[in-house]
């Protein structure tokens, strides 16, 4: 039995002259949270339609569940997606409309007050969905998505337009499913979200991937700084003298000293400092954030 939820070796596609997607290559455990990030037209929807058998590659081969991408009819049932934003009848209630899905689609319609509790929308269950938010939207769309008890979840920026509290719903929801064994695998460009989430991240620029693998070792990867700033501004130039003699560069940015050197040298530079005669009101070691490194590893392509 497999335990690898998606395959990808060498992906393309390409529209006349312009690639989309480049010889991509990347796996994502089952029963995991996997982050899909990049900037705006860097092939992620297109990666995204070519898994779920939307549109055919150019080159190169998939699996999803054990299954070449090239028979979706061979997974697709095992699939819950939502891809460039849900769609559904205005005039119909959020259960209606999930009702009609699920009659639609053979499963089970007993479900449909328990999935729109599990997303936030029980008590909206029979207004109409031209009444609801945008947030409201997203949360019915991840609930269709539900409807048949998927071994593998994908969406597509899922909380688009939710508030700071639905964010957090949302993000409880997804590692909850990966918990009961639900692979998940979603876009977005709320990185410190997808930080908070991801077991592990696909980032993708002008279509090709740049990093494949688990957060933390993208994150432990990245030089980390430390911080620091002297009682006496005047004191600055002199403090990243004496980092720059212990082999460690830094600068200035907005009145802080920022040191390329991992924390455990902070207490180093502490006693250098108070040797030198200099008092230090900040001493913060610092690891970049997923965005810092996302921007890093991006370049000017946002």
Known sequence: MTTIAISVKDLSKKYGD?????????????GTVCG???????????????????????????????????????YLNRVGAMIEGPAFYPALSGAENLRLLATLGGYA?????????????????????KTYSLGMKQRLGIAAALLPNPQLLMLDEPTNGLDPAGIQEIRELLRSLASE??????????????????????????????FAGKTKDLLLRQQPIIIAKCSNSNDMVKLLE????????GSIIEGAAHILAPADWAPALNTLAFES????????????????????????DQ
């Open 242 to 249: 004496i980092a720059k003699s212990a082999g460690h560069e």
């Open 109 to 129: 319609k007993d479900q449909v007050q328990g999935l729109l509790d599990r997303v936030g929308l029980g008590d909206r269950a029979n207004s109409k969905y």
């Open 277 to 300: 005669g200099i008092t230090l009101s900040q001493l913060s070691p610092v690891l970049p954030s997923l965005e810092e490194t996302f921007f890093e590893m991006t370049g000017d």
């Open 36 to 74: 899909f990030v990049g900037p705006n037209g860097s092939g992620k929807t297109t990666t995204m339609r070519m898994l779920l058998g939307l549109i055919t590659p150019t080159g190169g081969t998939g699996t999803i569940l054990g299954e070449n991408i090239n028979h979706p009819e061979k």
């Open 18 to 30: 312009r690639t989309a997607v480049s010889h991509a290559n990347f796996e994502v455990p089952l």
């Open 181 to 210: 064994g639900t692979t998940v695998f979603v876009s977005s460009h709320l990185l410190s979200e997808i930080e908070m989430i991801s077991d592990s991240l696909v980032m993708l620029r002008q279509g090709k991937v740049i």
